[in-house]
């Protein structure tokens, strides 16, 4: 009998993916289009698989279609599953807007939906129907991220022209929490500058009680405000690495498509302005310090009341925090921004993780953090960061709640931010950016060190 040798060096199928699928980020941007449903153009499976996953971290329901491709559409091709979809979406929501997504199914056999969309409408020319907007999202291309991003630059393609500039500023938030928006928004109000938030899932992914459902949930920015984004005075995009997390961008010298803001600004010319995420003191003072230039007004006395209570809480807490190690994982621009939110309290992030493919993240932490030991790895999922924690004593996890397991096997705290938050309520009300961001995370990062260190004393202490 032969014995056929395993090679170690065997390619492993990704096990516990530290991302999520491309048309689940784009639905999360559609969802900030008021009276708008996400389409997924392809399996059943997709789809509920998608509406699950945000009904557990946003606990809100979230409606998501199907086309609800069959074992025949493969061969005949979807056009008759995508005009059923839109047709009983109409007659059941009464839409504003269809926003169409496509799978890696989908994308496979060769759907053309800017086609498809174009006979639909001829079709129906006598008839009024929603808006109809596609983002191409095959997950074999990228992750939430790159759908998310994907999905933002198709609605100014498909909402915005130029035209004579109005009072007002695009804010391009990035895959942040309901409650960080919420915040944004309040900022820019405070310095008096009206603002076009895109998108804005504040409220139809974080609703107050209802007493009877709601169809489409109230919120998200109207259509007839997304058509005036190019004649906005600038766009304020959150965000460095973006979209060229795509698996095509990682290769050497493939054009990517523009973000939102570029596209803004190469077609509309719309004035630009990009930053990290605001996470932590330095990054929200350089926001402050941009709206404050572009408005030619002072940061407001309440945010430099907010600012100096922070770096009071910073002086509080410091020592508890100073120099410990944390493995840091989730998206690229998060753990970007988390990461200079770290350096400026102190901690070490030993190891960075990403399910994103940029190669950009990198060469950005290690300049961050250059004489530090810090590792980055890209592209990895979960079983691949436990594996990397052989050899490092960190303090702490900080990063979404995938990787508690890793936690509970190494004995150390995990504190959860950012997206999925699946074990525990509120994910959708934790603030991350701008000073009580910064509050917000600082606190909880150092209660849930003591709380440890208290759990673990042997003498039972209550003061310290
Ligand atoms: S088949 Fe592709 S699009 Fe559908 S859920 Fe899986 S990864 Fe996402």
């Given at each position: 009998m032969t014995v056929l040798k395993q090679d170690k060096k065997n390619f492993v199928s990704t096990r516990n993916a530290c991302k999520v699928c491309s048309p689940l980020g784009a639905s999360v941007a559609f969802k900030g289009i008021r009276k708008c449903v996400p389409l997924i153009h392809g399996s059943q499976g997709c789809s509920t698989y998608i509406r699950r996953y945000l009904i557990s971290h946003y606990k809100e329901p979230v409606d998501i279609a199907s086309s609800n491709f069959s074992a025949d559409t493969p061969i005949y091709g979807g056009y008759q599953n995508f005009e059923r979809a839109l047709d009983n979406i109409t007659s059941q929501f009464n839409p504003d807007a269809i926003a169409i997504c496509t799978t890696c199914l989908s994308e496979t056999i060769g759907e053309d939906i800017s086609m498809f969309i174009s006979e639909y409408k001829e079709a129906r020319k006598d008839k009024k129907i929603p808006e109809l907007i596609e983002a191409s999202t095959p997950s074999y291309q990228g992750t939430h991220m790159d759908g998310f991003h994907e999905a933002v630059t198709s609605i100014v393609k498909y909402m915005g022209s130029k035209g004579p500039t109005i009072d007002q500023v695009n804010i391009l938030?990035?895959?942040?929490?309901p409650a960080d928006i919420r915040y944004l928004k309040e900022i820019f109000d405070d310095f008096g500058i009206q603002t076009l938030m895109l998108p804005d899932y504040s409220d139809t992914l974080d609703n107050p009680n209802w007493h009877e459902y709601i169809h489409l949930p109230n919120g998200g920015t109207p259509i007839e405000e997304l058509k005036t984004c190019g004649q906005s005075k600038a766009t304020f995009e959150f965000g460095e690495i973006l979209n060229k997390g795509k698996i095509y961008g990682a290769v050497k010298n493939t054009k990517l498509n523009p973000t939102a803001g570029e596209y803004m600004e190469n077609n509309f010319d719309v004035p630009l302005i990009r930053q990290p995420l605001p996470f932590g003191v330095t990054l929200t003072d350089r926001l402050f310090n941009s709206i404050s230039g572009f408005s030619g007004k002072a940061m407001p006395e309440k945010h430099k009341m907010e600012r100096g209570r922070l770096i009071d809480l910073y002086a509080d807490g410091h020592k508890y925090v100073f120099g410990k190690k944390a493995i840091l994982y989730g998206e690229e621009d998060f753990v970007l921004s988390m990461a200079y939110f770290l350096k400026e309290i102190g901690m070490i992030p030993s190891l960075v993780a990403t399910g994103g493919s940029s190669t950009e993240l990198s060469h950005r932490i290690t300049s961050l953090f250059e004489g530090e030991e810090v590792q980055v790895h890209e592209n990895v999922d979960f079983e691949k960061i436990k594996e990397l924690t052989h050899g490092i004593v960190p303090d702490i996890i900080i990063g979404n709640s995938k990787g508690y397991y890793i936690a509970r096997e190494m004995q150390i705290p995990i504190v959860r931010v950012g997206f999925p938050i699946h074990d525990r309520i509120g994910g959708q009300n934790i603030k991350h950016v701008g000073y009580r961001g910064a509050s917000e995370m600082f606190t909880t990062i150092v209660n849930t060190l003591l709380t440890y260190r208290q759990d673990n004393s042997p003498v039972g202490y209550k003061y310290m």
């Open positions: 938030p990035g895959f942040v929490s």
